[in-house]
């Protein structure tokens, strides 16, 4: 129920509350990338701790690329790590924006294929750009329909206790495979 109030938060970003939360706990950044600080509420707290589970299981939907870090957030729907696995190396790209286009309606894939590994280069090709200019979004990787539930957040849970996260391996616990 906790990650229920977190994802409230990230959903409505003009909310009053949500205004309150960001002026007190989080005044420069992003809900996604805060952490927690100890003098904080118990309330503040609680939502935290929800708020950790929420950053195992979400994941942004990519419509213009402009929020979306390349290397460092989660924008790739697969099973094994939501994140890039390739090696960052020399390359000086940051935003997803920067891997599409001209016209922003699709990938570079002359980009991909020099930047990427064959593994990432296949799965960010899977990605459909949307047609119409949109923003990125957060959406829940945990049901197909991208909406939180209390529900999928709970196996999420079990799963993380259990040793089976998303974004880890038996083999690999970074989530990393050996090519």
């Known amino acids: 129920m906790l990650a229920r109030q977190a994802w409230g938060l990230i959903q409505f970003p003009d909310s009053l509350c949500t205004q309150l939360l960001k002026a007190k706990y989080f005044p420069r950044g992003c809900l996604i990338d805060t952490t927690f600080c100890s003098n904080a509420s118990t309330t503040w707290q609680a939502i935290m701790h929800g708020l950790d589970l929420l950053k195992q299981g979400f994941i942004w939907r990519v419509g213009n690329g402009s929020q979306i870090r390349i290397w ?10 939501l994140r890039v696995i390739s090696r960052q190396g020399r390359c000086r790209l940051r935003w997803v924006s920067e891997l599409l286009d001209i016209d922003g309606r699709g990938w570079d894939f002359d980009k991909l294929i020099h930047i990427f590994n064959p593994a990432d280069v296949e799965e960010i090709a899977k990605i459909k750009i949307p047609a119409r200019a949109s923003e990125d979004f957060i959406a829940w990787h945990m049901e197909k329909t991208g909406i939180f539930t209390v529900r999928s957040a709970y196996n999420l849970a079990l799963n993380i206790k259990r040793g089976q996260g998303v974004q880890s391996t038996s083999s690999a616990p970074n989530g990393e495979r050996k090519l």
Request: glycine share 0%; hydrophobic share 30%; no cysteine.
């Open 72 to 81: 460092r957030d989660p924008w790739i729907p697969r099973e094994m790590s």
